[in-house]
């Protein structure tokens, strides 16, 4: 049910505050729900989005180029969620290395999680064998905006409210203990007690609020927490292109009974990544080779350039094939990042029209992301050369020193990731924070390593854990 | 040549004053411009060839 005006909960002690209406949130909230128990979200921003609660989230970032954070993120209601691109891969095995956690333990909580992204079952994930080191897979999809697709099933439902445009101010307890949160609406401050409280606000909010909270309650928080620290997203580039023979790929994917159909047309991008031994015996991060067909001609420029630097190559497909399909490939590739201390947020002086400050993040790419991305697309070329099934050419960039353009895939993660001490995790395998009894973080600030799956399939299933974990307590 | 010379030490002096008093001002003013790259820049190619291939 929506609340308009919180003075009637004044009284009310909720089960669960949830801070936050992002997917974790509200997926938290559904899997309570579930299981009857009552929580109340609170969300700063409205339904829809508006230029004053978007300056709110604006950040300052030290180090490479990085995405701006009012345009990768938004204040609403269901969160960044309303300008996502959908994607739904799972977390590898080897993703999770160092996790308090193992991907069975998410993966119990696989139906749930796909009920709530809309995830048909038809639709299935494959990873198959593409060569000895290289893997083929593809991209799941989900079509769910969680403003759109929960507002109605929320205002309806008994045990879960929301109260829209109610900005979290702080958190006020004892001990190891939160009493309750103070928040703000329509310029009047409430208290929000609770048995437990979850902190749901996003990769940058979450570490922003409970790094402003360890200011203000420095006898509720451990000083000692690892806050800010292991931030992570997604670099995406582009690494090179080649030009494909369509014919020779095919019989490359009968030969070695790759048999599912999505991979078998051009019309699809082909996605490969390296596999578990692969990355383990070349030391390299994990990478998604997203790989781009486009039809060409022999009149076409690239077409022109093959020939003069394989000519060999060219004159055997004129000579040897009878159907001369030809098609540009472009390949991008989107990282794992390495986990860094020096990739942090940190508290700028600057304070935000609600008295807490914007936040500094500090990222910067490093040479482990660029070495992997050359070793991983060179053992594409090689096969593609034994195979005869093209050339490819990769950019001088990956061979030298010099500094490279890359963009984001605005997946921040990591800054309150969990493990097994306070040494360096600030959640425990549970997502409560070390040290504090009822205080919980929700999302992908949690994450120990970003694997090169987008996050927010592995959110949804930890936000369900979380709410399952709760209802056990 | 003296004249020259002192000429040029008193304006590198303000011009270095002027920059670093200015510094704060121009900090607040810029300090939400965030970077925003993509990778439209063309890089050069190496390709991976066949040794029969040229």
Redo the contacts between chains.
């Keep these: 049910m929506i609340i308009d005006d919180l003075r009637n909960l004044k009284e009310h002690n909720h089960f669960v505050v949830i801070i936050g209406s992002g997917p974790a949130g509200i997926s938290t909230a559904l899997e309570l729900e579930r299981k009857k128990i009552e929580s109340i979200i609170i969300e700063a921003g409205d339904i829809l989005p508006d230029p004053h609660s978007q300056e709110l989230l ?4 030290i180090g490479d ?5 009012t ?1 990768s993120r938004l204040r609403q209601f269901g969160g960044t969620s309303a300008i996502w691109g959908g994607n739904c891969n799972p977390m590898k095995n080897e993703d999770l290395n160092g996790w308090p956690i193992t991907k069975f333990e998410l993966d119990n909580y696989k139906k749930h999680s796909k009920k709530i992204l809309n995830l048909n079952y038809k639709e299935k994930f494959f990873l198959e064998k593409f060569s000895k080191n290289l893997n083929i897979y593809n991209l799941v999809w989900s079509n769910v905006r969680f403003g759109e697709k929960y507002f109605n099933h929320i205002k309806k439902s008994k045990y879960i409210h929301l109260s829209l445009k109610t900005s979290f101010i702080n958190f006020e307890g004892n001990d190891k203990t939160i009493n309750f949160i103070n928040c703000k609406k329509n310029n009047e401050t409430f208290k929000l007690k609770s048995k437990f409280f979850i902190l749901s606000c996003g990769g940058i909010e979450n570490s922003r609020l409970l790094l402003w909270s360890k200011e203000l309650n420095k006898n509720i928080f451990d000083p000692k927490l690892p806050i800010g620290n292991f931030y992570m997203d997604h670099p995406y ?2 690494v ?2 080649g030009l494909v023979i369509y014919e020779k790929l095919i019989s490359y994917f009968q030969n070695n009974t790759i048999l599912n159909k999505p991979i078998l047309t051009c019309k699809n991008n082909l996605y490969i990544s390296a596999n578990k031994n692969f990355v383990k015996r070349k030391n390299i991060l994990n990478s998604g080779l997203y790989v781009s067909f486009q039809n060409i001609n022999e009149d076409d420029n690239f077409f022109k350039q093959v020939r003069c ?5 060219i004159k055997n497909i004129y000579e040897n094939l009878k159907i001369k399909k030809i098609h540009k490939i472009d390949i991008n590739i989107l990282q794992e990042q390495e986990t860094i201390k020096e990739n942090r947020i940190i508290l700028n002086n ?1 304070k935000d029209p609600t008295g807490i400050p914007y936040p500094i993040v500090f990222w910067k790419k490093n040479y482990k992301e660029k070495k992997s991305a050359r070793i991983i697309t ?1 053992d594409l ?2 096969i593609f ?1 034994d195979n005869d099934i093209g ?9 030298n020193q010099n500094d ?4 984001v895939g605005n997946h921040q993660m990591g800054g309150t990731r969990m493990g097994f001490d306070i040494i360096d995790s600030v959640v425990d395998k549970d997502l409560k924070i070390h040290n504090l009894d009822n205080l919980f973080i929700n999302g992908s600030s949690t994450f120990r390593s970003g694997g090169h799956s987008h996050p927010t399939y592995t959110i949804v299933k930890l936000a369900v854990r979380l709410g399952d974990h709760l209802s056990k307590l | 040549m003296k004249k020259n010379k002192r000429i040029f030490i008193k304006s590198s002096l303000s011009l270095f004053l002027l920059t670093v008093m200015s510094e704060p001002i121009l900090n607040q003013k810029n300090y939400f411009i965030n970077k925003f790259k993509t990778y439209k820049k063309k890089y050069s190619k190496i390709w991976i060839l066949d040794i029969n291939d040229n």
């Design positions: 604006k950040g300052s970032i180029a990085y995405n701006d954070l345009a580039y582009n090179g292109s630097v394989a000519p060999k190559f600057i060179e070329a090689k050369i050339r490819l050419s990769l950019n001088e960039n990956l061979y490279y353009d890359v963009t």
